[in-house]
């Protein structure tokens, strides 16, 4: 037997042959209002605003929980209209809004897979927010036939950092600026071996402008 409900109320419970239903009784996510549960472990309920976490007054605190040992799944837009690929209007199957509070989705021995024609990530915070943050712990692999970064301001930082291209490299800039770790912690033997690279730089142009009149 439960405790007796925060309203005082009388618990019910209503038994049949593969599933109960409950009104009352007291849970971790605050007491149940209405609840169904199958004889497997399935069940939904919708909880009053008295659960782990919350005082209970006010409304958004009540809570719809469902829980299942094995997979929840939905089909849906069955009836909808099948778009052109050029057609971008969109078009909801399933719409999931939230006027406070955060969206998290936690798999603890799987995988997260998105599959869609296309997939949109809009980050439309302001000031400090507006941010969209990507971390792995190995490895980050993109691959697509054309790759384009738009930005006010980007910034690479790694310890190795390798550009390969099978064609062409261009770059087109207003300034370019470039300098090494060595500048900072070696500065004498940069500008030594600076020097030394002029040096041979103006050998090489000497001796390109020598060929060039065919002295050598």
């Given at each position: 037997?439960?405790?007796?409900?925060?309203?005082?109320?009388?618990?019910?419970c209503?038994?049949?042959?593969?599933?109960?239903?409950?009104?009352?009784?007291?849970?971790v996510?605050?007491?149940?209002?209405?609840?169904?549960?199958?004889?497997?472990?399935?069940?939904?309920?919708?909880?009053?605003?008295?659960?782990?976490?919350?005082?209970?007054?006010?409304?958004?605190?009540?809570?719809?929980?469902?829980?299942?040992?094995?997979?929840?799944?939905?089909?849906?837009?069955?009836?909808?209209?099948?778009?052109?690929?050029?057609?971008?209007?969109?078009?909801?199957?399933?719409?999931?809004?939230?006027?406070?509070?955060?969206?998290?989705?936690?798999?603890?021995?799987?995988?997260?897979?998105?599959?869609?024609?296309?997939?949109?990530?809009?980050?439309?915070?302001?000031?400090?927010?507006?941010?969209?943050?990507?971390?792995?712990?190995?490895?980050?692999?993109?691959?697509?036939?054309?790759?384009?970064?738009?930005?006010?301001?980007?910034?690479?930082?790694?310890?190795?950092?390798?550009?390969?291209?099978?064609g062409?490299?261009?770059f087109?800039?207003?300034?370019?600026?470039?300098?090494?770790?060595?500048?900072?912690?070696?500065?004498?033997?940069?500008?030594?071996?600076?020097?030394?690279?002029?040096?041979?730089?103006?050998?090489?142009?000497?001796?390109?402008?020598?060929?060039?009149?065919?002295?050598?």
């Amino acid at each position: 037997m439960g405790k007796v409900s925060n309203d005082k109320q009388n618990l019910e419970c209503d038994t049949h042959l593969r599933y109960s239903i409950l009104s009352g009784q007291s849970s971790v996510n605050g007491d149940k209002l209405w609840a169904c549960e199958t004889q497997e472990g399935s069940s939904i309920a919708l909880c009053s605003g008295t659960g782990e976490g919350s005082d209970g007054t006010g409304p958004g605190t009540a809570r719809i929980v469902q829980t299942t040992q094995g997979a929840s799944i939905e089909n849906l837009g069955a009836g909808l209209k099948v778009r052109d690929p050029s057609d971008t209007t969109q078009l909801p199957a399933k719409f999931i809004k939230c006027i406070s509070g955060d969206v998290i989705i936690d798999c603890d021995d799987g995988d997260i897979t998105l599959k869609a024609r296309n997939i949109n990530i809009v980050a439309k915070g302001a000031d400090q927010s507006g941010q969209v943050d990507v971390f792995a712990n190995r490895l980050v692999n993109v691959t697509t036939q054309d790759m384009r970064v738009s930005a006010q301001k980007t910034v690479v930082v790694s310890k190795d950092l390798n550009v390969i291209s099978k064609g062409g490299i261009n770059f087109l800039y207003g300034c370019m600026k470039a300098s090494s770790f060595a500048d900072q912690k070696f500065g004498a033997l940069t500008a030594n071996l600076t020097k030394s690279n002029i040096k041979t730089i103006k050998s090489l142009w000497i001796l390109l402008k020598l060929k060039q009149i065919n002295l050598l």
